[in-house]
């Protein structure tokens, strides 16, 4: 029975230190290359982006080098979709991490998930100047197209 216990007890103690090391790691993967979190008591521009089945409209924005964006998000598809603003190759890597873990819950001011016919918002500023991708990296949904661009001037 002592034995059992051990196994039962090294396990649940492995399954925990797995979880904790996935969520550190995902916690660690934003950076906000793209900017920062925008200031709730700044003016923003509104852009409404629509999530459907593997694609964003608009999928190309432009802005300009300080400005701050309200993103107004709503997955108008049948499935989840997510929005997560970042480069190219930090989403190309959190999207390998998301195939590892396709449950991983998002809780960063760059990116959010939303279940079909939810919406929510990201208030952003961009502060650096370059072309930054938004996409879904749900397993398989940044593989078949579901990427987008913003470009700041």
Not at 14 to 41: I, N
Not at 86 to 92: F, I, Q, S, V
């Amino acid at each position: 029975m002592t034995k059992i216990r051990k196994h039962v007890g090294c396990g649940v103690l492995l399954a925990a230190m797995v979880y904790a090391a996935a969520a550190v790691a995902h916690e660690k993967h934003g950076g906000y290359s793209a900017g920062e979190p925008g200031d709730p008591k700044k003016p923003a521009r509104e852009i409404v982006v629509l999530m459907n089945e593997m694609d964003y409209t608009p999928a190309t924005i432009e802005v300009k080098r300080g400005e701050q964006v309200r993103f107004v998000v709503r997955n108008v598809g049948t499935e989840a979709h997510e929005f997560l603003l970042a480069t190219t190759a930090e989403n190309l890597k959190h999207s390998e991490a998301m195939k590892k873990n396709p449950d991983m819950e998002h809780d960063e001011p760059n990116g959010l998930r939303l279940d079909p016919k939810k919406s929510g918002e990201i208030l952003w500023k961009f502060t650096k100047a370059g072309t930054f991708e938004y996409s879904c990296l749900i397993p398989d949904h940044r593989d078949y197209g579901m990427t987008g661009h913003v470009t700041v001037r």
